[in-house]
């Protein structure tokens, strides 16, 4: 980070799909995607999953104290809980201070 | 992180690969990650790609000293001058500092 920039947080979330297609999967995906935009503090999103199902998504956050509202938002927590019990066969979530960073944005 | 367990340091590394296909791309990847699994204090490895060739890849180390010594290692010194000529369209590194973390490991 430069010296102006002010430090922010990085949620990881690596995540292992059930084989198993699941038609709310997708919509609560999006939704939830939708919903973290609106957070005051949000800064940004990047994701990406491969054939296998593995996948990683990391938000961006202006400070701790969001990433804990967004984790007790109530439509988050509903979709945390169908995370647990039928999307995810497994997965962790790492909340993380980015100290420095360089290079260009690569978005899609 | 649990009170027994040491902070760590994650990097995240975003990229988007260039469209056309390059011979040597995939056999470099691996020699990295090969290599840095040699590396003292290397952790762990995540990494996905999505089919637009978006893909992320987080590497896990014990602290920042061998974080700056394997960015300065020769051989892949060299494969980050052809990751920017070559590879990736677009690339943005964050070294950030793990605070806390739960859920199972989510691997392949």
Known sequence: LSKSQEAYFAVIFSSQRTPHEESQYEETASRMAELAKEQTGFLGMDSARDSE??????????????????????????????????WYSSFKIRICKVEREYGSEASK
Do not use: C
């Not at 998504?57 to 938002?73: F, G, Q, R, V």
């Open 53 to 86: 199902g593995f996948g990683i998504t990391i938000s961006y956050w202006k400070d701790e104290e969001i990433i804990k509202n967004w984790k007790s938002n109530g439509e988050h927590i509903f979709a945390q809980k169908r995370s647990r019990s039928e």
